[in-house]
């Protein structure tokens, strides 16, 4: 099992779908609009811009990829890989692509309800990258870090919905995210998957430029000074005064509409008690 760390939930487990009610149980998936990424890398710090662009071309600069002979097979239920194409988040492909790709889902409980998230491990890809040097850059601190925010006047949250699926795998790329499902039919993503070593930073960085995270963003989009953020992966967290979040939260809604990002939302709590009772968010539940 996986423990999984967020701004907003308590850490939750997933596992491999085993019992018949886990194999049931209904995909994650959600028809996302691509967002406008070149909108957000105009926001970028020169810095993170720079890492950004790096990090892209690590992700769909393919061509050196060539097909393996691997006999790692696995492969998706039919229904799951046909539910992602009426989502726009896959589509039908020829055959097999630049590099051999394990699509699965793991299960994980939301609410009280079973749900499976789909998972495309890029793992010839990854090896690759990961040879070249690469190592990801989406920092979690150490816990005592975020506690401070418990005593703010105000706290705000935002997560972004199927933060991932917002962001557009490049057509000339497409071939190296396919799959094939127990049909024996053949599938490319259009959507960044989870499953590829560089997506968790490409994500945290968009986040954290939608967030106008001081880090991440030229001085003039950055929030308020007086508001602390934390950004991980694609969740938001704001503390600090009612009005300065506020308007953090304000900016913050404003941008993800201008930049066509789909369910940027959350909750504002003002006061101590409503931040701990509403927020109690930590990334190890600690409120």
């Avoid at 699965?104 to 495309?120: D, S």
């Avoid at 880090?215 to 704001?238: E, G, I, L, Q, S």
């Avoid at 304000?250 to 959350?266: N, P």
Wanted: hydrophobic share 35%; proline share 4%; charged share 30%.
């Amino acid at each position: 099992m996986r423990q999984h760390h967020s701004v907003f939930k308590r850490g939750k487990q997933t596992r491999l779908p085993k019992t018949e009610d886990e194999k049931a149980s209904p995909l994650h998936v959600d028809n996302v609009r691509p967002m406008n990424v070149g909108l957000l890398r105009g926001r970028m710090s020169e810095t993170t811009r720079a890492r950004f662009d790096e990090t892209w071309r690590r992700t769909f600069d393919v061509a050196k990829l060539r097909p393996s002979s691997s006999r790692r097979v696995s492969r998706l239920q039919a229904k799951h890989a046909e539910e992602l194409e009426l989502n726009g988040i896959a589509q039908r492909a020829s055959g097999p692509g630049r590099s051999v790709n394990v699509p699965f889902t793991v299960v994980e409980e939301k609410e009280g309800a079973l749900r499976q998230r789909f998972i495309l491990w890029t793992h010839e890809a990854n090896d690759a990258i990961e040879a070249d040097g690469y190592e990801a850059q989406v920092p979690l601190k150490h816990v005592s870090t975020y506690l401070d925010a418990v005593h703010a006047e105000c706290g705000s949250t935002r997560d972004l919905r199927c933060g991932f699926y917002g962001v557009e795998v490049p057509r000339g790329a497409r071939d190296a995210f396919r799959f094939q499902d127990d049909a024996g039919d053949w599938w490319e993503l259009t959507r960044l998957p989870m499953g590829h070593t560089c997506a968790p930073e490409l994500m945290h960085t968009l986040t954290s430029t939608i967030a106008g995270h001081p880090d991440f963003v030229k001085t003039v989009h950055a929030v308020p000074a007086a508001v602390t953020v934390h950004t991980w992966v694609d969740n938001v967290r704001y503390a600090g005064s009612r009005k300065d979040v506020l308007e953090a939260s304000r900016k913050v809604d404003e941008l993800a509409a201008r930049s066509k990002v789909t369910g940027c939302t959350g909750t504002t709590r003002a006061g101590r008690s409503a931040f701990r009772q509403g927020c109690r968010r930590n990334w190890h539940g600690i409120w």
